[in-house]
C-alpha cells in the first residue's frame, strides 16, 4: 500500500474508534501518533532492504507479528508517565492497521491475502530486485500513474479519489485535528 493509503485507514479507523468508544474526535497529538504508527514499519523496513541491504524484502523486522506487541508495549511505556493513554491507543492501533492493511493489500490486485509480510523471521515474502531506495520509489510511483491512468478516468482512479474525499471529511467532521493545531500556532505567532 501508499504511505497516504496506511495513514488514511489508520485515521479514519483511529477516528471511528475514538468517537464511538470514548465520544470524542481525535486530538492533534493523536493524529500525529496516528500518522506516524502507520508510517513507521515502512519507516523500517523499506530503507533496511533497499538502501541498506540488511533484508531481502521490504517486509522484515517492523512488520513482524513477533515484534508487533514489544512495540506497542514501547508506545505505552513511553506515554506512562504522562498518563495520556490515548496517545499510545492512538499509534498502536494505526502500527497494527498497517501490518493488517498489508496483508490484505493483494485482494485488490484480485490475489490472495499475502500473510507472509508479517511473519518474519519464520517466513517472508520473495524478494523482488535489488535496486536502491529511490529506483524502488521510482519504479513503484510510474506503476502508480499507469494503474491509475492507463484507460484514460478508470475505476481504481475514482475509487481512490472517492476514499480520499471520505477520508476528508471525516477529518474535518473531527475538526481537523493536526491541521487546525498548526493553523492556530501559525496564527498566534502572527498576531
Known sequence: MWPWEHVAVGYVLYSLASNLLVG?????????????????????????????????????????????????????????????????????????????????????????????????????????????FLDHVGVYMIRYANDLFAEGVSAGFVLQLSLAAMVVVVWIHDGAPLGSDCWRFVRDRLR
Open 24 to 132: 470524542d474526535s481525535p486530538t492533534g497529538r493523536e493524529t500525529a501518533a496516528v500518522v506516524f504508527g502507520s508510517l513507521l514499519p515502512d519507516l523500517i523496513d523499506k530503507p533496511l532492504a533497499w538502501t541498506v541491504g540488511v533484508t531481502e524484502t521490504g517486509y522484515s523486522i517492523a512488520h513482524s507479528l513477533f515484534v508487533a506487541p514489544f512495540v506497542c508495549l514501547v508506545a505505552y511505556a513511553l506515554v506512562a508517565r504522562s498518563g495520556d493513554w490515548r496517545l499510545a491507543g492512538a499509534f498502536s492501533l494505526a502500527y497494527l492497521s498497517h501490518l493488517v492493511t498489508d496483508v490484505l493489500n493483494p485482494i485488490r490486485a484480485g490475489r490472495s491475502p499475502e500473510p507472509r509480510v508479517v511473519l518474519w523471521p519464520i517466513s517472508s515474502p520473495p524478494a523482488g530486485d535489488h535496486g536502491g
